[in-house]
């Protein structure tokens, strides 16, 4: 596969982890999560540019790529460490992005010892398993491991190019966004 697709399509998975991880990192979800990362200009601009490439009609430049990782970058220096409780998940949000931008500009090589993909079933084992401490009811048993796993079905079969495929698979993600961030609030609260 020549490099430009490649770079094409590794793009596109970003967009689509883009639509269902950044409004975990915008959130509310975490009190200590807003205190320390208010006022890093990092942070407001990884929102800016996440809502602008959110947009299937927006293009986002590899360039765009680098910007938005480093703004993640920035945010992601306010922890020395991995955190624990609700800073994990907007935390974590934020890192799998970065990972994502990594992807697309090389620096995360695919044969990576952990892969991106593993990086997101981490993430959303610890959801299915934050759901089941708090006693929230997911609507499935490893709902979100296995939502994981199919949009990385779908997220391999992207061609590089804005097409049907790529639609669905944003369509996909922003719906698992959604419950994500429904579901997380809903256990933080009862945590």
Known sequence: MPEDLASARRILRLRVA???FAPIFESALSDV???????????NESIRI??????VEN???LDDVEQLQSFLGEVLDVLDEDPVGDVYYPYTAAML?????????????????????EWVARFARHVDWQLEKSGIPA?????????EED????????SGNRDAAWVAAME????????YLQHLTRAVRAG
């Open 18 to 20: 883009m639509r269902r």
């Open 33 to 43: 999560w807003l205190m320390l990362s208010e006022g890093i200009p990092g942070k």
């Open 50 to 55: 996440a809502r602008i490439s959110g947009d």
């Open 59 to 61: 293009a986002l430049s």
């Open 97 to 117: 992005l970065e990972l994502y931008c990594r992807s697309a500009t090389g620096d995360l090589p695919d044969d990576a010892p952990v892969s991106l993909e």
């Open 139 to 147: 609507p499935e048993p490893a709902f979100f491991a296995r939502q």
């Open 151 to 158: 949009l990385a079905a779908l997220e391999v079969s992207l």
């Open 172 to 179: 996909k993600s922003s719906q698992l966004g959604e419950q």
